[in-house]
C-alpha cells in the first residue's frame, strides 16, 4: 500500500506543477495582450493626430513634376 500512496502523491504533484506552469504561461500571456492592445490603441491616437487632425495642403501627392527637374544643383 505504501507504493501505491508514494505513487499517487507523485502523479498529484506532478499534476499540481503542471497546473501551476499552465497558471504563468496564461499570466505571461494575458500581459502580452494587454500590452500589445495599449500599443495598437495608442499607435492609432498619435497617427490620427498626425495625420487626420492636420491642416495638409490641397495639392496632389502622386504628380511627376518634379520627377523633370535637376536635382543635383
Same mark, same amino acid.
Do not use: Q, Y
Given at each position: 500500500?505504501?507504493?501505491? !500512496?508514494? %505513487? @499517487? ?6 499534476? %499540481?506543477?503542471?497546473? !501551476?506552469? $499552465?497558471? &504563468?504561461?496564461? $499570466?505571461? /500571456? ?7 492592445? /495599449?500599443?495598437? &490603441? ?5 497617427? %490620427?493626430? &498626425? ?6 495642403? =490641397? ?5 511627376? =513634376?518634379? $520627377?523633370? @527637374? =535637376?536635382? @543635383?544643383?
Amino acid at each position: 500500500m505504501k507504493k501505491k !500512496d508514494k %505513487k @499517487e502523491k507523485e502523479l498529484a504533484c506532478e499534476a %499540481k506543477g503542471l497546473s !501551476d506552469a $499552465a497558471k &504563468i504561461a496564461l $499570466a505571461i /500571456t494575458g500581459v502580452g495582450v494587454v500590452a500589445g492592445v /495599449t500599443l495598437v &490603441i495608442g499607435i492609432d491616437r498619435v497617427m %490620427k493626430n &498626425i495625420f487626420v487632425h492636420e491642416n495638409w495642403p =490641397d495639392e496632389e501627392w502622386s504628380s511627376d =513634376d518634379w $520627377a523633370g @527637374e =535637376d536635382l @543635383e544643383n
